[in-house]
């Protein structure tokens, strides 16, 4: 029977990097240490990608996919859509290239796994939904939420129990509860993904920036709630502060895996646990 205490092997990181738009959080993947792939499901990924050392697939709808007419919604209204749009198969392509990849062992030579982003991994998902039930251009209806949100959480319990270190980011969404009209501030996913897909991942934190007018701008991120903001917030790395800088210096980021932002708080845990 194996014992966690005889065990040599590492264990895997799966960090889910949570932060709304300008945050740094696509600009975390240049620091990551090992050999990388990635999945880009965020059109704008690549620019902040620009010269990084990561094998990547992009997975866009069509421009074709473009919905161009307007929604009538009183009684008799005419519609002004297509007659038939095209089927959205960002979510099929995305499916048929992990299965047959993982089959071929196409990932055993890889460290990390990357989504950037969930956000836009959802909208995949969403869409495909839709058009399965014939609404692709339609309103989202609240079981839709629950159907995607239920297949995300899915979709990432094999992925997350594989041997591969997994890095996710993620948009948040602040809004006001109308009951307590606490401000709430809560992971950008639909239905039970929100809830299940957090204690999925090892490392939950939030990108932030903090202007200061003598240093400028420095890109961080929190590891422990903030009372009055994102409660999924924790972190398995040892010895971090509540707010860590993980600002890359300089205007080249050629060669810094590992040596910045959230690569060098993984190395700084793997040095302290070889000291132990």
Known sequence: MPNAKDSNLSPTKRILLAGRTGTGKTTQIWTLPGK????????????????CDVDYETFFPDIGMVETGLKGFNKGSRSDGRPKRPEPKVYNAWEDHINSHYEKGFFDSYQWLIFDSATFFAKAVMDRQLYINNRFGGTEEIADYKIVGAKLAEIMTPITTSHLNIFMTAHLSVYQDEKTSRIETQLFLPGRART???????????AITIDDEKKGVTYAVRTRPDPKGLQDIRTSI???????????PGSSFDDRAGLHGIGALLNRETKSNAIR
């Open 238 to 248: 040892s010895g971090l502060d509540t707010i860590e800088d993980v600002t890359i």
């Open 36 to 51: 990388k792939f990635a999945y880009i499901f965020d059109p704008n990924a690549l620019s902040a990608l620009h010269g």
């Open 196 to 206: 299940l897909m957090p204690l999925q991942f090892t490392d939950v934190l939030q």
